[in-house]
Each structure stands twice: as structure tokens, then as C-alpha cells.
């Protein structure tokens, strides 16, 4: 039985690689901060005959995720661990506080070391698995208005690809995917109608899909481990770069 746990199971990317992962036959156990949110997608990915455990869980906290990952292990050894916590906020540099500099910094670079920590020491002692890690344009490059943002996203790459080089040659693929887009969510929406632009109006494919960051997943866990990516960036074909 292959099991895959997401950190940072959200409505749409998270939500999108528990039901390609459940359709493909995996057991898929999911942790976010409102562990009740997932109550609908576990439902019905039990009703469509696969099997999904949601658990509460604040990728921030290191009991938290100890407890999560002891959960998810006591269901099934772990194959695959994904951490998809964003914490894209866009504030003027003198307008970043502290707090928020240091929450976005625990959210999407300090929880990426705890749950990679966690996966890491499940998965060397049996040699194998996956520990896939979502990043974004920020991840590359600081934009304007994202100072914390990009400050984590790039943390998160550079610990991503430590882990990659100490993890590799003891049978553990890890792997850094920088989304370098607009992803179809409803948040994204309303900031494009507040920039009065009509989602619904732009071209198919303009925004990209939940579902296809979930094949990238996909494809990712099942490579041969001769031909291991590390990096991989996917963005619409109309988006500039």
C-alpha cells in the first residue's frame, strides 16, 4: 500500500494531489492548521472507494508535526511527503513588521525543516521515498512587496536542495517545484477582479490549474531513480518569464 501524506492541504493544490494520489490507489493522509476543513475531501475520497485520513496540524509546531507524522506512519510507512504551506503576503517593506516577517519565515521555510526533518528520519532507516517540496516564483527571485515572502520561499529552496544532496544517495528523492503562476483559486480570482480583471473572460489556460500541479506530483513519484529531478518549474504557456 503506498501512502502519501500533504502538509499544507488546502482547498485547491492540496486538495488536487490527495485526489490525483487516492485515484491513482494511495492511501492519502493530509494536515492542516483547521484539520476539520477536511472532513468534506476525506468523505469523499472514502466514498469513491479510496482511503484519506485528515489530521489537524500546524506545520509550524514541532509537536504538532511529530504527532501527525506518528499518525500517518502507524496507517502505513510513508512513500511520499509533500509540504505545500504558502504564506504569500504582500507588504511594503516599511510596512513588514516583525510579526509578520517571522510568521511567514515559520509558515513556508521554518515548517518546511520540521516536516522534512520528520519525513527524513522515517524514510533513511527503510531507503527510499519521496520528500517533494512547493515553491514559487518568489522562490527565484524577490519581488516588490515580498520581502518575507520571497525571503522564505528562497529558504525553503536552498533547504530543499541541502536535503537533496545529503538525502539522494541514501535512496531519498527530494524535489523543489516552483510554480510560476496564477493558480485557479478563489483568492486569486478576487484579486483579479479588484484589478478589474474578469477571470471568467481570460483565455482557457491563462491561470493554471490545481490539477496539473497535482500530475507534476504524480509524475515526480514515480520516476526511476536514474533519472531523478530535483527542480521543476511549471507555469501556463501564457505567462511571461
Known sequence: ?????????????????????????????????????LAPLVEDINQAGGKAFG????????????NVFAKAEAVAPLDVVIFNVGGNVRFPIRDTTARVFRKVWEMACFGGFLTGRAAATAMVPRGTGCIFFTGATASMRGGNGFSAFASAKAGLRNLAQSMARELGPQGIHVAHVVIDAAIDTEWVREILARRGVDAAALEADTLMNPASVAET????????????????????YKETW
Open 1 to 37: 500500500m503506498s501512502h502519501i501524506l500533504i502538509v499544507g492541504a488546502g482547498d485547491y493544490v492540496g486538495a488536487a494531489i490527495a485526489r490525483r494520489f487516492a485515484q491513482g490507489g494511495w492511501t492519502v493522509s493530509m494536515g492542516r492548521r483547521r484539520g476539520e476543513a
Open 55 to 66: 489530521h489537524s496540524m500546524d506545520a509550524r509546531d514541532e509537536a504538532s508535526v511529530q
Open 217 to 236: 506530483y504524480w509524475a515526480l513519484a514515480h520516476q526511476p531513480r536514474d533519472a531523478w529531478t530535483f527542480e521543476m518549474d511549471i507555469r501556463p
